[in-house]
């Protein structure tokens, strides 16, 4: 079980509260999280990532175990403790303005 914490507009517009909870088969990786996330979630489609290029969008940051993942490639398996649900996957709205 992945653990993922949402921004609120994301919340709001998958209509839930606090963590989701994801059952992930395989090795989790960002990719295979997002895809999971969207499938239970369809209305996030294109939310966090680019419908074409499936790249991340540009004021969207992932984060976990203290750690930027947003760089990441898409297929690197994400830290254990993500992985086992003992730390959860963050998708953090990025700050921007002066």
């Known amino acids: 079980m992945i653990r993922v ?9 998958a209509d839930v509260d606090g963590e989701v909870e994801l059952d992930i088969e395989g090795q989790a990786t960002p990719r295979v999280v997002l895809d999971a996330l ?11 990532r680019d419908h074409e290029t ?5 004021f969207l940051r992932f984060f976990g175990c203290g ?14 403790a993500i ?9 953090v709205g990025a700050m921007a303005g002066g």
């Open 38 to 48: 969207e499938a239970r979630y369809p209305m996030l489609r294109g939310t966090i």
């Open 67 to 80: 750690e930027d993942l947003s760089h990441e490639p898409p297929d690197a398996p994400l830290p254990d």
């Open 54 to 58: 499936q790249q991340r969008r540009a």
């Open 83 to 91: 992985a086992v649900g003992a730390e959860p996957f963050l998708i």
């Open 5 to 13: 914490v949402l921004p609120a507009h994301l919340r709001t517009l």
